[in-house]
């Protein structure tokens, strides 16, 4: 079993900055996608983040309505996914969670992903 551990979740004002960090114990998988989701309370699940990891590369993506102000990455050495976001908003108040699945990068098949963290929180005040 795969275990992923979010961390970098704080509490910071409108148009600050946070690193989320997700560390992913060891694993065989080659060819997996990665994730982040939030969600707030009283809110849907959103997908915010993707990135598809591959032998030799990575295929990242962001969210429409993030885009420009999220980054998604990935760190094969280290195992460790990273969600940088800049000029926070307080609509990105939530918890955020990764998640690991080998065998879709579909973010609409969320329920069925392998793997999930336990999440962190992001608050962010106006």
């Known amino acids: 079993q795969v275990q992923l551990v979010e961390s970098g979740g704080d509490s910071v004002q409108a148009g600050g900055s946070l690193r989320l960090s997700c560390s992913a114990s060891r694993h065989t998988y080659h060819n997996y996608c990665m994730f982040w989701f939030r969600q707030a309370p009283g809110l849907e699940r959103e997908g915010v983040a993707s990135i598809f990891i591959y032998n030799g590369g990575d295929n990242p993506w962001v969210a429409p309505s993030v885009r420009g102000r999220f980054t998604i990455s990935h760190d094969s050495a280290q195992n460790l996914l990273a969600l940088d976001m800049n000029n926070l908003k307080p609509e990105d108040t939530a918890t955020y969670y990764c998640?690991?699945?080998?065998?879709?990068?579909?973010?609409?098949?969320?329920?069925?992903?392998?793997?999930w963290g336990q999440g962190t929180q992001v608050t962010v005040s106006s």
């Open positions: 998640a690991l699945d080998p065998n879709t990068c579909d973010l609409d098949k969320a329920d069925q992903f392998r793997h």
